[in-house]
């Protein structure tokens, strides 16, 4: 019991040192977030993104705190100190919810966490960023409401995702597919995986899976996770992205493989289409995926020019608007 009161002590003695120079300290912008060095999951990969184009637009950024010149914070999901944000915040100060999910779709099991997260949003939020239609249309089904919510899509580093010089042509030779995942959740698609292992004719193919599986691979070369740079050339050296993930709001993977000039077969699920949209097809099942892979190759000069996906630049134009910084609302439009 001593050393449980003694960690509170040590534990408050920090929280309202955080406070006391939350005040001093000046910032423009606060995101509350347990930041990760990639390779990590999609969220955290966003949000390293946005604050790195924020602080070359010269805003001052500040993580899990709020100073007193702070004009907006912005706290993900569930994942930052929810005592440390109710402690520190303040008036002045607009508060914006990022939400992704529903996450018991998104894990396959309902254990609260999307009504603990709404009642988070209730609690603090003036405005909610989805990061696809699908999200907020899923929560609403479920009855889940949210303070004044916006769809803004993710985006990813221009500086690391980008596409290829130069690309060799696909004939007299294989096509080269790759699928990445941080998560072994089932529902990121090994199922499907382990069934293109079985069935997609080698001969045609060469396949590359960078992650991690719950399951293992016979004929797809797998590859443990890498660093954003490290992932961004290998996906410059790849042809087509296959995303068989479900119930993905907005997957970051899928817009990195795109930023580098790869088009894309994805799952019907989430927000995959969204994304996507005409650079690519949606299978309903992994049976249909080799006439789509053949279909996807005759097209592929015609699909990979019409990958459109929003610019980091925009999503920060979108991002700053709802933050208050911009009176321009053709911004979130």
């Known amino acids: 019991m001593a050393g449980v009161l003694q960690g509170f002590r040590r534990d408050y003695v920090r929280l309202l040192r955080d406070a006391i120079a939350s005040r001093v300290r000046g910032a423009d912008v606060s995101i509350f977030h347990r930041f990760y060095l990639p390779p990590y999951g999609g969220g955290n990969q966003f949000l390293l993104a946005l604050r790195g184009e924020l602080e070359r637009r010269g805003l001052r950024v500040e993580n899990n705190r709020i100073s007193n010149t702070t004009q907006a914070c912005l706290f993900n999901s569930f994942n930052f100190d929810f005592n440390r944000l109710r402690r520190l915040r303040r008036q002045g100060c607009r508060m914006i919810h990022r939400v992704d999910g529903p996450i018991g779709s998104y894990r396959g099991r309902d254990d609260g966490t999307d009504r603990r997260i709404q009642a988070i949003n209730q609690e603090f939020a003036d405005a909610t960023i989805f990061q696809s239609q699908y999200s907020l249309d899923a929560h609403d089904a479920l009855g889940l409401k949210f303070k004044s919510p916006v769809v803004i899509m993710n985006a990813v580093d221009p500086r690391i995702f980008h596409p290829a010089g130069r690309r060799s042509a696909l004939q007299g030779r294989k096509t080269r597919l790759i699928s990445a995942s941080w998560s072994s959740n089932p529902n990121k698609g090994s199922a499907t995986y382990q069934w293109l292992d079985q069935n ?128 321009n609302a053709s911004a979130i439009a």
Not at 219 to 228: E, F, K, M, Q
Not at 302 to 322: E, K, N
Request: with cysteine; charged share 20%.
């Open 200 to 327: 997609l004719d080698w001969n045609q193919f060469d396949y590359t899976f960078v992650g991690q599986s719950e399951v293992g691979f016979q004929h797809i070369r797998t590859i443990a996770p890498v660093a954003s740079r490290q992932l961004a050339d290998l996906l410059r050296q790849h042809d087509i992205y296959i995303a068989a993930s479900l119930h993905d709001p907005c997957s970051n993977a899928l817009l990195e493989a795109l930023a580098c000039g790869l088009p894309a077969l994805y799952a019907q699920s989430g927000g995959h289409s969204e994304i996507v949209r005409e650079a690519g097809f949606g299978y309903s099942t992994p049976e249909s995926i080799p006439a789509l892979l053949d279909r996807l190759v005759c097209e592929y000069e015609d699909r990979r020019g019409r990958i459109s996906i929003p610019t980091l630049a925009h999503v920060a134009d979108q991002y700053l608007a709802v933050m208050g910084f911009a009176t």
